[in-house]
């Protein structure tokens, strides 16, 4: 099982910025795709952004140019750096991965989620 922690969410004003984390852990494991989706109170889960083993990277309409994703293969980890933050993209942002564990199965796993509130 490869489990993913998120960290970096919190309450913050309308035109700033903000970065989140994510890290990846268990046994023997290679991640392919990484993506960040989120979740407005009331509305699905959207997709952010999402980022391939070597780097393609690819974001949703509504966060093109204030949104970044990236990665650390080293570290398994994924990054969201978001500035200008909106209202509108106040959400549970949540962490998500693929790839193949140790036993060459493939996973789909999922972080536990941290909130973004953006108000002023």
């Known amino acids: 099982q490869v489990q993913l922690v998120e960290s970096g969410g919190g309450l913050v004003q309308p035109g700033v910025s903000l970065r989140l984390s994510c890290a990846a852990s268990g046994r023997s494991f290679s991640i392919n795709a990484m993506a960040w989706y989120r979740q407005a109170p009331g509305k699905q889960r959207e997709l952010v952004a999402t980022?391939?083993?070597?780097?393609?990277?690819n974001g949703a309409g509504s966060v093109k140019g204030r949104f970044t994703i990236s990665r650390d293969n080293a570290k398994n980890a994924v990054y969201l750096q978001m500035s200008n933050l909106k209202p509108e993209d106040t959400a549970v942002y949540y962490c998500n991965a693929r790839g193949r564990n140790w036993s060459g199965s493939d996973f789909d796993s999922w972080g536990q989620g941290t909130q973004v509130t953006v108000s002023s």
């Open positions: 980022i391939t083993s070597d780097g393609k990277s």
